[in-house]
């Protein structure tokens, strides 16, 4: 099998492992969010360390110690991850499925916005128009809800922060996840450990079923970033743009046929105004790409010789 077909159905993978979240923290009931949050910061170092340890991938962390600015990154990575994360599973097992997926719609678009504010990246004018967009669909779905979108928003945010920070820190996806659990290992223990304290923790009391519910938190965490890190070394960036919105789509059909939560009119207009500033995002970015293909290589710089010399007769 050619590597760029294997690199996107890896894509495929992990962007469909992530738009089925929705339906593995329902199954973590009756743990609370931040309960879920926390085993998911303790085994998912496990499951990394388990991969890196067979992989017998550890030159890195030599190297990243000698880099405290990277470390810091990373840590600060690992608190915006924590963030998203919780937000995340609170909003999946509150019932808040559709607006969760609306996060992960417009995060594209921020993306782009962070790159125009922290990179002075210039954006063309389709790009305008699709974040102009994006902006009016967050307000008309305001209007519909009677409040701002806020887990929507705080899942954009976070995520697209998260991702502008690991590009600066430009440490591996494993590697980083790495040491972002492990900055997070700390506090996860101590509010586990303090659950089981206060005889309110559900690990070990709901039965082994939901014991390893728990523990498989970790798996699916680790399972499509790595997922992910093989499709991004085997495809080009465009087709990874495309592939990103397999997971918002999975989270939206999950959120109406799986939940069946309500779309009222309102949230349907709002949610056609998103789509439509992704496609105009996207049919500008191939276009693009394109024209970058087409425009022919510069051509080589011809070596400047001396005046030529008649041989001297004598």
């Known amino acids: 099998m050619p590597e760029s077909r294997r690199g996107v159905l890896y894509g495929i993978a992990a962007y469909s492992m992530w738009g ?15 309960e879920i949050l926390a085993h998911r910061m303790a085994w998912s170092l496990i499951a990394v ?26 840590a600060l990575a690992a608190v915006i991850v924590t963030v998203n994360w919780g937000v995340y599973i609170f909003a999946v097992n509150t019932g808040h499925v559709i607006e969760s997926a609306l996060g992960y719609f417009i995060n594209p678009l921020v993306s782009v916005l962070f790159g125009v504010v922290v990179f002075r990246e210039r954006l063309r004018p389709w790009q305008w128009g ?8 967050v307000v008309v779905i305001a209007v519909g809800y009677g409040r701002p979108p806020w887990i929507a928003l705080v899942l ?3 995520f697209g922060t998260y991702g502008l920070v690991k590009k600066v820190a430009g440490v591996g996806a494993a590697e980083s996840m790495a040491v972002e659990t492990l900055v997070l290992l700390p506090p996860a223990l101590g509010y586990l450990l303090y659950l089981q304290g206060q005889g309110t923790a559900t690990f070990g009391s709901m039965g082994t079923g939901h014991a390893l519910l ?12 790595l997922c992910f890190t093989a499709a991004a070394i085997r495809v080009p960036l465009t087709t990874m743009g495309l592939l990103q919105y397999i997971a918002p789509i999975l989270q939206f059909l999950c959120g109406v046929v799986v939940v069946h939560e309500v779309m009222p009119p309102s949230r349907w207009a ?4 998103v789509w439509l500033a992704l496609s105009l995002f996207t049919w500008d970015s191939l ?6 293909r087409d425009v022919p290589p510069p051509p080589e710089p011809e070596h400047r010789q001396g005046p030529k010399r008649e041989p001297v007769t004598v």
């Open 287 to 292: 276009r693009a790409a394109r024209q970058a």
């Open 49 to 74: 360390v388990v991969i890196l340890a067979v992989r017998r991938h550890w030159s890195w962390f030599r190297e990243l110690l000698r880099t405290p600015k990277k470390l810091g990154l990373l």
């Open 156 to 158: 954009a945010l976070s």
């Open 214 to 225: 728990l523990v498989g938190a970790g798996v699916i965490t680790a399972l499509p970033l």
């Open 20 to 34: 089925l979240f929705p339906l593995y923290w329902p199954l973590l009931k009756p743990s609370s969010a931040l």
């Open 130 to 137: 699709a974040a102009g967009l994006g902006a009016l669909a």
């Open 270 to 273: 709002g949610f056609a105004i």
